[in-house]
């Protein structure tokens, strides 16, 4: 290496899990002009270096390829999960004595906004507003609940959104009301959550962009080199992230996906296509997302047989085959999707419409997202039709190994039997994207890895797995959070692994993620975040 061709940076006296088979593991890696320029051993370092090179001593960390949250919401989360967290509440008596206490310190004309609610927490009793209401003391309250598809608003935030009886939406949305037609302040799906936008209290721009650059920085401090965005229904979040990339840059790679909901017309379809074009330097829109249907504890996963309630047997397009349409309008464009879609009616939907596809180039255009209960005889489908798998090992939180919990008890046993098949979906050939869903379980992707290693939460080794037999081992992890989110959107011969001519996103661990006990991984110090040659977080 000349000096004209000298690296910026050189990261040795690591091992590297480079995931390159021509090269699986090396102890130092060259840096130039934010990409990979060699991968060698400390004798190579003497001949990489010039007289303006950094050269940063690892100690003995393991590097790896930048870790990438395949499925993440850092703007929508900027906006939902603001006030109160109510993530640790695990029954009534604990969210009323939270809510209490944020009502008494609430100030004329306050709302208490609170967000992380587990369903589980009302012991199996329906969600009401009069179950909150007397510890606010007449403080309006708006809860959003940990799944992000829906919510309860107290009595006097009912009154002042307006909201009193049902309504009817062009999506699968409902204001829940009870026997004689009063709102219990469950909202069900965005739609009906939307309701509450015009009263309830919103920050400015400038707030948001610095809470979000602010969110941004933390992510990259816990190892994440990017994150699949699936949130921008709103469009000021270009303009955001543009006026960040005016005074600096973002600590991440962003890959967004805009949302196409139903009712889109071709009109529609065609701006999402031009959309594509979208850029800035560490930020790209790149895909369109989809909802098949909601959640399995909201009752609007679409099941192909009904939950316990009777529900979950309608999709959230209310005509599926104008879902299937818009999606092959994409797929002839050459844009990708991703497709919300928990239930085993959804998912069937969704491959089914990919198996239309007669252009192999088309198929492999799109992913699934969460495949929270799926048969056999679909999983085979995923590699056949080149269809990515998408999940979030710490969604296992809110489930029960006794299935004696709100997901469990509403598909039975022999459906929450199949849970979150991550091991049986890398078995059957399937790219596997590992990610957080954001704000729905916490971003860290060290509890994303060793929570698919544990299917428990790490750090607590009293929870009894969740079909344990769907663990994944270390690589496999690894290779979710890397290699394979990398193959997911197309970028695999830039990103995902640590060779020459790659993208110098790169994380080390003070511990080796593939080998070291996943409890210990949980909490193991991040030593360095680098995007784009750029270290953006050092211990």
Sequence with gaps: MSRSTAADTILTGARVRTLDPDRPSAHAVAVKDGRIVAVGDAADVPDWRGAHTEVVDLTGATLTPG????????????????GLDLSGCR???ALRAALAAAARAAGPGDWVLAHGLDHNAFGGRPVHHELIDPALDGVPAFIRLYDGHSGLASGPALAAAGIDGPRRFEQRAQVVCDADGRPTGHLVEFAAMSLMDDVLPRESAAV???????????????GLTGAHVMDLQEPEVLGLLAGIEEDGELPMRLRIAPWCMPGTDEEGLDHLIESQRAHGRRWRVGGVKFFMDGTVEG?????????????????????PAAYTRAVHHLAH????????????????HVLDT????????????HRIEHIETVPDGQLPRFARLGVAASMQPTHLAYTRADHRDEWSLRLGEERADRAWRCRDLRDAGATLVLGSDWPIAHYD?????????????????????VTAEQALTGLMALEGCTSHAARAVGEQDVAGRIAPGYRADLTAFAVDPVTAPADELGEAPVVLTMTGGTVVHRM
Excluded: N
Excluded at 209 to 214: G, T
Excluded at 339 to 347: F, N, P, R, S
């Design 445 to 465: 992707p060290r509890e994303v890895l060793a929570t698919a290693r544990l299917r428990r939460l790490p750090g607590r080794p009293e929870v009894e797995p």
């Design 67 to 82: 870790l990438v949250d395949g499925h993440s919401h850092p703007y929508l989360g900027v906006l939902t999960a603001a």
């Design 91 to 93: 029954d009534l008596d």
């Design 333 to 348: 464009a050459g844009v990708r999707t991703v497709t919300h879609a928990i239930g085993d009616a959804a998912v069937r």
């Design 208 to 222: 948001r962009r610095a809470r979000l650059l602010a969110l941004l920085r933390d992510m990259a401090a816990t």
């Design 299 to 319: 009752g609007t996963a679409w099941l192909e047989h009904a939950d316990c309630h009777g529900q979950g047997t309608e999709a959230f397009w209310p005509d």
């Design 354 to 365: 990919v198996e239309l596809l007669a252009d192999p180039r088309q198929r492999s255009l």
